[in-house]
């Protein structure tokens, strides 16, 4: 079993930055590739990047390629989500998740663990 707590949500303007943790306990975090999504109401879960499980590897779909990073720390069992320049259409909730497997993976049904999710709303 893992347990993901999310946190650095909140509301930020357009251009602006923000950096969500994501701290997991149980299982040894450094056993499992860990990934970010997002949703907003009404539609389908957004995969946002992956990072392995020792953080040498991350991948990012297109739509947030060169603005959001993924890094980890194991010796504190985080993972976090940088997000620059945002705009408001990044608006949503976002979700951190743990693979069941230590290399990076892109699809959703990899996923076993989700955290409860934090707000991040992008103001004009």
């Known amino acids: 079993q893992v347990q993901l707590v999310e946190s650095g949500g909140g509301l930020v303007q357009a251009g602006g930055s923000l950096r969500l943790s994501c701290a997991a306990s149980?299982?040894?975090?450094?056993?499992?590739?860990m990934g970010w999504f997002r949703q907003t109401p009404g539609e389908a879960r957004e995969f946002l990047g992956t990072?392995?499980?020792?953080?040498?590897?991350?991948y990012y779909p297109d739509p947030v390629k060169g603005r959001f990073t993924i890094s980890r720390d194991n010796a504190k069992n985080t993972v976090s989500l940088q997000m620059n320049n945002l705009k408001p259409e990044d608006t949503a909730v976002y979700y951190c998740?743990?693979?069941?497997?230590?290399?990076?993976?892109?699809?959703?049904?990899?996923?076993?663990?989700w955290g409860q999710g934090t707000q991040v709303t992008v103001s004009l």
């Open positions: 149980g299982r040894t975090f450094s056993s499992y590739a």
């Open positions: 998740a743990a693979s069941a497997f230590p290399t990076i993976t892109i699809r959703t049904m990899d996923y076993r663990y």
């Open positions: 990072i392995n499980w020792n953080g040498a590897s991350t």
